[in-house]
């Protein structure tokens, strides 16, 4: 099915404009930045509903498709299209970003047009990374990403955001250069920079492990994956609210995506020679960084290491499924690890948005991220206690809420690929529970822990409407994911199917 | 050939701006002070009448003519309007800047012309001797803008270093020449290429004579280890001069590149010996490239730093120039296009930024730029990242085509080594964006620039973004002006 008008340039572009106009608006009247803002990313999110509504789950082809020359003498076109994998990550981006415009409304004194601006541009130039469907179109997008993340850290970020955002640029900037050598040789071996071509390019083992290495190295550092996670918490700790949000909630999809998109599908024969690596990192992430997330004494940090252990139970889904269809015991159950991945992802993407978004609530009101500077918070904030309370139980992965979901379908999948890894899995269940939990108790209960926490007011009409918003979201996915499961079905399906036949 | 004035059509471009150099020149001299604007205006006006001759007088079909001495084709057409948009910019930038100097002077815009006209006979070069005595023009314009500021020690010292090391430059090129004339009896591109191909010459004489050509285009180009000259030139000339002699000479360079290496000496490539000069241009690339990024890192001084990534991104054109023909000299052109207007909208925010008695010329100077002036800092950024090649700016194609040309030419290892120095390389443009963006200004003066300086800088920063979204415009021109060849 292709849409009457393009939806996805629409959705693309209308962010950019119109950060670009709120840039121009500038700092003079920052209430009409603010709301020009909010129009412009409640304006997109409405757009980009049609996607849902539209969306034909019954085939995994590429819908909503946009084609048309771009670069003609190098064969890049401007292709856009997405499948039951990108779309709800789209919709995702469009629905965050509201939400990060309205957390971001009185904190952000600063220059807030360009605040805005850069999380409206952002918005814009994530949605095309989820859209390209041309390798050099998606690349354009991918660094893009940067140049607004880089600033949003440097400009509004803490007193070592400098360090933090430096490394942030360089740390994906390196990963992702090999990525552009990657695409560039399958552009010559291929003739076009088509995504879906190089699907079915013949490689042989030995480009394809090289390839694979290549995209590794982006997507690893994107994801990220230990041990190439060091950047995650300095960002996070020194990133504003928003950024935070946008950087745990979004662009740490982009990574799992990118396995999705290219490591699997393109070079099938090295990912499943190389399974076991990544499935290794995948469990030190979530074992080994899961401890290190215990013993932080800065709660951004502590999400930001709960982040990284999330996500390592998405790129284990992602590759487990090497090892389910090499089983022969079990006959199906390969799906089950990379849609519990995506699950894992998208509820992530709810969860870890509103972990921080409550740290940035107490952050604006105490200026400190210290958990030993709170203590008994529920006296002074009862509302928002609840909230985090359901946030946090969330991320500890309780049933009934999103972060069970992913979780228990990528431990079900690693059952039928090899106890061990299902047991090691599973340990997430009690360590993630305990620094959670642990966080929250020393943060929101008890007796009141100093004077500054006994003077905190409670969260305002503003926050109740993004924490509020993020509950339902999380409730929704907890107690319903078959809508959620349904859409990706069929292409997640065919992707299992394309790997499961060897290019060699 | 019989003589007539239609057969002189072709070199339109270069009679309407020698015209005009004269007519300024002797119109200069009754201007008083006051009215040395019109100078500035006809300056302008001359290199756009320039750009219009090029464009009226240009044909479909590449045309020679002075007996085999020059030649007009589409590359020569593309690399002179380019040149001289480049020219039209560096001159804009300097108008305030010398006005507030008390260096307003018609000299400034003669030597530049002059300078320009060297390069476009450069560009235009079907031999030894016109490309030489375009050279030369050029060169002694450049000796005499790197001075202009005849108070400045640095500025005079740093005219002595490039004079000298120049000269010894122009003597190593003459005496290349000298043996390839020697060896083939040709000074035309066309009968050395032929002679070459005839394999009827003295291989031995030829190679002599291609290793001092080669030093004498990396020196032009600035390329590691015949750079020594470009950091402290760079440094030690005033900023509008730097803009100038950082950005236009090198699409002259280009041209003289790959007239003398793809067009004459074409046949000494890869399969004679080591690799031919291609192999030369791999090691001075590799060279550049690290030495370039390295050093860049810890310069505070930005026009050092800027000298020091003009090197690398030398090293970025001689990848594009040996992965040869087919993708690789068209790449080059694009990228050394873009680097020249890239690198003018750099020197000349500096100029914009530095106001009487204070030179903008460190990284601190920089510092809260985006508080003092949100737009500038916005296309000092642009530029910025187009440097370091982040998309979506324009400076990520130049680099990706010629990634692309080597890749196809079966060098992926270059490509690799090209990338990595590339990572090292965007952390010293960070290093500025962070100064101006994350930093507290130091002075809160206002910048002073000029009306015609603020449009510049503008659609210089504009353009980044332009390019970068619609490469493929000045792709099609590049790669239709390599296959006229």
């Known amino acids: 099915m292709s849409a009457d008008w393009p939806i996805l340039s629409a959705i693309i572009w209308l962010p950019v404009l119109g950060g670009l106009l709120v840039l121009f608006s500038g700092d003079k009247a920052p209430n009409v930045s603010r709301w020009l803002a909010l129009a412009v990313a409640v304006l997109t999110f409405l757009i980009s509903i049609p996607l849902w509504t539209g969306f034909d789950a019954s085939t995994a082809a590429m819908q909503f498709e946009e084609n048309i020359p771009w670069i003609e003498s190098f064969k890049v076109n401007y292709h856009l299209g997405v499948d039951g994998i990108s779309m709800p990550l789209i919709l995702l981006t469009t629905f965050i970003t509201i939400l990060v415009v309205i957390a971001g409304w009185q904190v952000i004194q600063y220059k807030p047009s360009q605040y805005m601006a850069a999380f409206l541009i952002m918005e814009g130039v994530m949605v095309g990374v989820f859209a390209a469907l041309d390798a050099m179109l998606f690349y354009v997008f991918w660094e893009a990403m940067l140049i607004p993340m880089f600033l949003i850290i440097g400009i509004w970020g803490g007193p070592n955001r400098v360090y933090a955002t430096i490394k942030f640029f360089l740390y994906t900037f390196l990963g992702s250069v090999f990525m552009l050598v990657a695409l560039v040789y399958m552009y010559f071996q291929s003739g076009s920079m088509e995504i879906l071509g190089f699907h079915t390019l013949k490689l042989g083992l030995t480009e394809q492990i090289l390839i694979f290495l290549a995209f590794l190295a982006a997507f690893a550092v994107k994801v990220p994956m230990w041990p190439v996670h060091t950047w995650l918490p300095d960002a996070h700790v020194e990133a504003p609210t928003g950024g935070s949000v946008i950087l745990a909630a979004i662009m740490l999809k982009i990574g799992g995506y990118g396995f999705l998109r290219f490591s699997l599908p393109i070079t099938p024969d090295a990912s499943s020679h190389l399974d076991w690596l990544i499935i290794a990192m995948s469990l030190i992430a979530v074992v080994y960084i899961g401890f290190v997330a215990l013993v932080q004494k800065d709660m951004k940090k502590l999400i930001a290491y709960s982040s990284i252990a999330h996500m390592g139970f998405v790129t284990l889904g992602f590759f487990i499924v090497f090892m389910i269809a090499a089983n022969p015991e079990v006959q199906t159950g390969a799906i089950l690890g990379v849609q519990g991945g995506m699950v894992q992802m998208v509820s992530h993407g709810f969860i870890s948005a509103a972990m921080f978004l409550c740290v940035g609530v107490l952050y604006d009101r105490m200026h400190s991220r210290e958990i030993a500077d709170y203590g008994g918070v529920v006296n002074t904030m009862p509302w928002f206690a609840a909230f985090m309370v359901f946030f946090a139980m969330a991320n500890a992965g309780l049933p009934g809420t999103s972060g069970f979901v992913g979780e228990f379908m990528v431990i079900l999948a690693s059952f039928r690929a090899d106890f061990w890894f299902a047991f090691l899995a599973a340990t997430t269940l009690i360590i993630g529970a305990a620094y959670t939990l642990w966080m929250v108790k020393r943060v929101v209960f008890g007796d009141v822990g100093n004077d500054r926490v006994a003077a905190l007011q409670d969260v305002n009409k503003r926050e109740v409407l993004v924490l509020g918003s993020l509950t339902l979201a999380v409730l929704a996915l907890g107690l319903w994911p078959e809508p959620l499961v349904k859409v990706m079905d069929a292409s997640i399906t065919n992707l299992v199917n394309h790997i499961a036949v060897s290019k060699l | ?485």
Not at chain 2, 45 to 51: D, K, Q
Not at chain 2, 197 to 217: H, P, R, W
Not at chain 2, 311 to 328: D, P, T
Request: net charge neutral; with cysteine; aromatic share 12%.
């Open chain 2, 1 to 485: 050939m019989e003589y007539n004035a239609s057969t002189l059509l072709p070199l339109l471009p270069e009679i309407v701006l020698l015209s005009a150099i004269a007519v300024i020149l002797i119109v200069d001299l009754f201007l008083d002070q006051a009215k040395r604007f019109f100078t500035y205006g006809l300056s302008l006006a001359a290199l756009v009448a320039t750009i219009a001759a090029v464009m009226a007088s240009g044909s479909d079909h590449s045309q020679t003519l002075m007996y085999g001495a020059y030649v007009r084709d589409a590359m020569s057409d593309v690399l002179k309007i380019s040149l001289l948009s480049v020219g039209i910019f560096a001159f804009v930038y300097a108008r305030s800047y010398l006005l507030e100097r008390g260096l307003f002077k018609g000299e400034f815009y003669i030597l530049g012309m002059m300078a320009i006209l060297g390069m476009m006979i450069m560009v235009s070069a079907a031999g030894f001797l016109s490309l030489y005595l375009g050279l030369e023009l050029l060169a002694l314009s450049l000796y005499a803008l790197v001075a202009f500021d005849n108070k400045s020690k640095s500025g005079s010292e740093a005219a002595m270093k490039y004079f000298v090391l120049g000269a010894l430059a122009s003597g190593m090129l003459l005496y290349g020449i000298s043996m390839i004339y020697g060896g083939t009896g040709m000074l035309d591109f066309a009968g050395v290429a032929k002679a070459v191909a005839s394999g009827e010459t003295d291989k031995t004489v030829l190679t002599f004579g291609l290793v001092f050509v080669l030093i004498g285009i990396a020196f032009k180009f600035g390329a590691v280890p015949f750079h020594m000259w470009a950091p402290d030139v760079y440094q030690g000339a005033p900023v509008v001069v730097t803009a100038f002699l950082g950005s236009v000479p090198k699409i002259a360079a280009f041209a003289m590149a790959m007239r003398i290496l793809a067009q004459g000496l074409g046949g000494l490539g890869p399969d004679m010996g080591w690799e031919g000069w291609q192999g030369m241009l791999m090691i001075l690339a590799v060279l550049s490239l690290a030495l370039g990024n390295i050093v860049a890192l810890v310069q505070d001084n930005i026009k050092r730093m800027l000298a020091y990534s003009t090197i690398s991104h030398v090293g970025f054109i001689f990848l594009g120039l040996l992965a040869g023909a087919g993708k690789g000299y068209s790449s080059a052109m694009f990228y050394t296009i873009i680097y020249a207007l890239t690198a003018v909208g750099g020197f000349g925010l500096l100029a914009i930024l530095s106001r009487k008695g204070v030179e903008a010329e460190y990284i601190h100077d920089l510092k809260g730029l985006n508080q003092r002036s949100p737009w500038l800092a916005l296309m000092m950024m642009l530029i910025l990242f187009s440097m370091a090649g982040v998309p979506p700016t324009v400076g990520f194609f130049a680099k990706l085509f010629v990634l692309d040309a080597l890749v196809n030419a079966g060098m992926l290892w270059l490509a690799l080594v090209a990338v990595f120095f590339s990572v090292i390389g965007a952390y010293y443009y960070l290093r500025v964006v962070k100064a101006m963006y994350f930093d507290k200004p130091i002075s809160q003066a206002a910048i002073t620039a000029g009306t015609d300086a603020r449009i510049a800088i503008s659609l210089n920063g504009l353009a980044m973004l332009y390019y970068g979204i619609f490469p493929a415009s000045l792709l099609t021109l590049c790669q239709a002006a390599i296959q006229s060849l």
